[in-house]
């Protein structure tokens, strides 16, 4: 990897897994940055990252106020990034879910050619490992639904384990976006699909949350369900 790299990681109480989380990203890709954007954390998670940068210059922490949402801590994340150039961004969940170790796979495919790698639960098979079948069947079902409405020819758009080129997001008016959770990630797909990026995903085993709590929520999925029409709309009026 000759670029300058970047993951940007959210967090909201992910002390328990932040640490392990940063030594596991260290050995997957050694050369690899992490930004930690973390919404006022009552667990004290910004903390604990704060007393990490004192002897890791690899690691830096951008602090909001309060719980503002996954969509706009990834755009703060991805502005801050571009504003120092990097030229390759990923974006990651806290818990394990997303394995680091499939990052090298994520920046390999931009290598070969991709805007956009998405690590895919649905690419090959259904991979994902300690779900209950109600939450496989809605993750399942919300992958399709957007399929059907939006016609992207994504087989897992609302994952949340991504590799970006820069110039991609340049691109994109990342300040425009408010949605959060499956609708960011189906917006984030569906504007890059709009620009024309080659998209390719890349099979991964997602392996559901260990410590911490789930953040899935009742108005994150009618958020997804409604933004589907939202983009589709917007789209067929040419104010993407």
């Known amino acids: 990897m000759n670029h300058r790299a970047i993951v940007v ?19 997957a890709v050694p050369t690899m940055d992490i930004l930690i954007v973390d919404d006022n954390s009552p667990d004290g998670t ?20 309060r719980k503002m949402g996954l969509g706009t801590a990834y755009c703060a994340g991805f502005l801050w990034a571009l504003e120092r150039d990097y030229q390759v961004i990923c974006q990651m969940d806290a818990d ?8 090298p ?5 931009l290598d070969a050619g991709a805007d956009l790698a998405i690590g895919s639960r649905y690419v090959s098979g259904v991979n994902v490992v300690n779900w209950p079948m109600s939450r496989l069947l809605l993750s399942y079902a919300a992958n399709w639904y957007t399929r059907l409405v939006t016609g992207m020819p ?11 080129r820069a110039d991609l997001l340049r691109r ?10 499956y609708a960011f990630q189906i917006e984030m797909n569906f504007r890059a699909w709009r620009l024309g990026a080659r ?3 890349i099979s991964i085993v997602f392996v559901d949350r260990t410590d911490g709590v789930s953040k899935m929520s009742r108005s994150i999925i009618y958020e997804a369900a409604w933004i589907v029409w939202k983009l589709k709309l917007l789209a067929l009026l040419g104010k993407l």
């Open 9 to 27: 990681i959210p967090t909201y109480n992910e002390r328990p897994n932040i640490e392990r989380l940063i030594s596991a990203i260290h050995r």
């Open 46 to 65: 910004a903390a604990c990252v704060r007393e990490l940068m004192a002897s890791d210059r690899q690691v830096a922490l951008l602090e909001r106020p």
């Open 96 to 103: 394990f879910s997303h394995n680091p170790d499939d990052l």
């Open 105 to 109: 796979r994520l920046v390999a495919a």
């Open 154 to 164: 994504i087989n897992d758009a609302t994952g949340g384990f991504k590799a970006f």
């Open 172 to 181: 994109i008016d990342l300040r425009a976006i408010h949605s959060n959770g």
């Open 199 to 201: 998209i390719e995903e």
